[in-house]
């Protein structure tokens, strides 16, 4: 079997100790809470008004921004589940934990509501962020960690093998199943099954690579070439719930806090006589590009979405007057296509719709 992450440093371990590993957290999403006046989360905060256009106010321009904060994400169901009593009843929520908890006592954390069919079929749902999490943005102001403005925001750099991911999630007894999806340097995304959420309370899910080589003698040992080949990363593009057709439709819920990642460095940092990125500015080259191309493809996409706002209907009624501050510009707001980010709208003919639950 090819595996999906493999290690590209030229890293040749003697001996038969363990690989070096390293814990860290892929995303907290504890962390993800959004200003009390703008909603967004400013570490994670994208402006994406240079993509506009002139017709464009200064006003508009100036509510073009968007983050990783919990009430932006979206929950995503697959094409044959996508009926729009489904779709405007499966959204997040920021859930905050009791102050009396066990567990993560007055902490923040994702709250999940899917509705899935009533009728017996497979389907699953993905919650995904408001936007691909770009893997070499760089925060505004920040010029000593170029592209490192979502590390531990959904990115992980100098990553090897994979050896464990743990997702901390409290169940209600619910029989779906949770994976992750994860992509890499080189866009491959692999689904990757964590376990199922049929327990009450909080517990830590656990996948542990099958095919993780714990001794250095069993290993595949190669050398590749170092300078300038890229550095190797993860980053989450969706965490999936899977329904089965032989389990009950309707509504389920649930609770994410965070997910962690047990991994082999890929490259370990050696001091070397000569400095290569000082010499040839390869590596900065390529972050360069890379960070225009995903935050051109970003701003591109979030301008048409600001574009169906403004040609939404706001009126509930044939009673209630149109709200003159309909065409205004809603960086966390949903749209037409039936994704749902908080509260969701139906596809294009502007219709709200409501459904009683299963």
Known sequence: ??????????????GNGAAFAEESTLIDFSQLIGDANTGLHAPTTIDYSRQAGTSYSTADKAKMKISLAIPSWEVKLTSSARTIENVSESYVAAAPVSANASKYAGETVLGVRVHFPSYAINSYADITPPFDIPAYATLKGNQEKPGSQFDGYGVLKNVGVIKAIQVNVLGRNYPEGLSLLLSNQNGDVQDIFIGYLNFDGWKSL?????????????????????????EPFIKLKAIRIHRDATDEGGDMVCYIKDIKVIYDLANLNTNTDINDEAVWGIL??????????????LGNELVLRSLEQ???ATETNFDQP?????????????????????????????????????
């Open 206 to 230: 656990q996948w542990d690579n099958p095919d993780y080589q714990s001794q250095v003698r069993d290993r595949d040992l190669t050398v590749s070439p170092l300078y300038p080949h890229d």
């Open 310 to 312: 403004k040609k939404m």
């Open 322 to 358: 149109s709200n003159s501050a309909s065409g205004s510009t809603s960086s966390s707001s949903s749209t037409s296509s039936g994704s749902a980010t908080g509260t969701a709208t139906a596809p294009a003919t502007g219709t709200t719709a409501t459904g009683k639950k299963k």
């Open 284 to 297: 900065q080259q390529r972050e360069q590009s890379a960070r225009n191309f995903e935050l051109s493809r």
């Open 1 to 14: 079997m090819k595996r999906f992450f493999t290690i590209l440093g030229a890293a040749l371990i003697l």
